[in-house]
């Protein structure tokens, strides 16, 4: 079974590693600048939570149209411009007087870049360690992203005590600088996976989405990663309204702590040749236990069903190999640019759907349906999913014509 200790005796693995977590840091650094700067210059809250958080919606759009770079650039060049591209934009987010529509402006450059190579890294990652350690891979990098983002987020704002928010950019900037050094020395330069083809980038992002999504393969697969985990973020968006207070905090807590545990245990404690034989059980897990909520019982059992359930989001991560398994090669890039991008998508709608019950319903009920539409979707999905079981070989090609 694959240890940490394998993983961090691979020298591109640590490159790799180290610059998530440093760009965790900018990231959260920029966006608490952009956050401060806008909320002086407007004192809209609206803007100022579009400026903080606002991003992804732009990767969502660009990922429509560009997904297919990242198959068609080189992904050591490929991750190199996710680097320069916010370095030059947290660099010209420092210069005194520019104003918060020009800020905005800036903030879509690093994510439409994000967006066309968001499938990159994770190809990377699967190439570079040893076979059946992806799982143990990806769980560490999100144990990681979500350290760095309590850590980053806090010395963000300790830093605000002392830095103007345009120091905080140079710190982020440098940050981004340190990053693409990084990958320039530290990765190895490989081919591009996929041929460029023919009509153009938006062209082939649109007829490979099509394939995957179209497969009754890979289809199964991707249902499986968005819908229950959509719904089930829609229960989670209703910690506040429930709660009130420190009891919502509590409960974000303790979810962020189950998935911690969860991405934990199954990357590092379950043996690979067992894990595929999980996501079953996970996917149940990751509902089933808000069904409780009907009931209405106390905060503290709540704040238990908050920590159980989200150990179900390590589903994910035997998922994501299964995907692997049953791409080509040569699409592979945007086909886990794709899941990303999906899984924003019905986050977000997750979110409005759950804002939609709880308008009808009480918040606990209101995150029990939720949970019940998660365990119906993952039900009825389940025989799909059973086409991409170990046993079943077929490949999703970039010709569009299944392989075995």
């Known amino acids: 079974m694959p240890t940490y200790r394998e993983l961090f005796a691979i020298r591109e693995f640590r490159v790799l590693f180290l610059n998530r977590c440093v760009v965790m840091l900018s990231v959260a650094a920029s966006s608490l600048a952009l956050g401060t700067i806008t909320f002086q210059a407007t004192g809209s809250a609206v803007l100022t939570a579009m400026a903080m958080f606002g991003g992804p919606l732009v990767s969502l759009v660009a990922s429509q149209l560009l997904l297919a770079s990242s198959d068609s650039v080189r992904p050591r060049t490929a991750l190199m411009l996710q680097m320069a591209a916010p370095l030059l934009a947290n660099g010209l987010q420092a210069v005194p007087g520019m104003p918060w529509q020009g800020r905005f402006a800036l903030l879509a450059v690093p994510y439409v870049v994000n967006a066309m190579f968001s499938g990159t890294q994770w190809v990377v990652v699967r190439e570079i360690v040893p076979d059946g350690s992806y799982v143990l891979a990806r769980s560490t990098f999100n144990l990681a992203v979500g350290g760095m983002q309590v850590v980053g987020y806090g010395l963000g704002g300790v830093a605000l005590l002392w830095l103007s928010p345009r120091d905080l950019f140079l710190v982020a900037a440098l940050a981004d600088a340190v990053c693409l050094v990084n990958v320039r020395l530290g990765l190895r330069d490989r081919p591009a996976r996929g041929a460029g083809g023919g009509g153009g980038v938006v062209r082939r992002t649109a007829a490979v989405n099509r394939l995957l999504l179209g497969s009754r393969v890979t289809r199964p697969l991707y249902v499986a990663m968005w819908v229950p985990n959509g719904l089930v973020v829609g229960a989670e968006a ?117 804002g939609l019950a709880a308008s009808v319903v009480s918040p606990a009920h209101a995150m029990g349906v939720m949970a019940l539409g998660s365990v119906l979707v993952t039900l009825v999905n389940t025989p799909g999913l059973r086409r991409s079981a170990p046993t079943q070989p077929t490949v999703v090609s970039a010709s569009g014509s299944p392989s075995s």
């Open 238 to 354: 209703l910690y506040v309204p429930y709660g009130h207070g420190s009891v919502a905090g509590y409960l974000f807590a303790a979810a962020a702590a189950g998935m911690m545990v969860g991405d934990l245990v199954v990357g590092r404690f379950v043996p690979p040749h067992r894990r595929d034989g999980l996501i079953g059980p996970l996917r149940v897990t990751l509902a089933a236990p808000y069904l409780v909520l009907l009931l209405g019982p106390p905060v503290a059992v709540t704040v238990v069903v908050a920590f159980v359930a989200s150990v179900g989001y390590a589903a994910g991560l035997p998922l994501q190999e299964r995907l692997f398994e049953h791409t080509d090669h040569a699409v592979q890039g945007q086909a886990m640019g794709l899941y990303g991008t999906g899984l924003m998508v019905w986050q977000a709608v997750g979110a409005l759907l759950g």
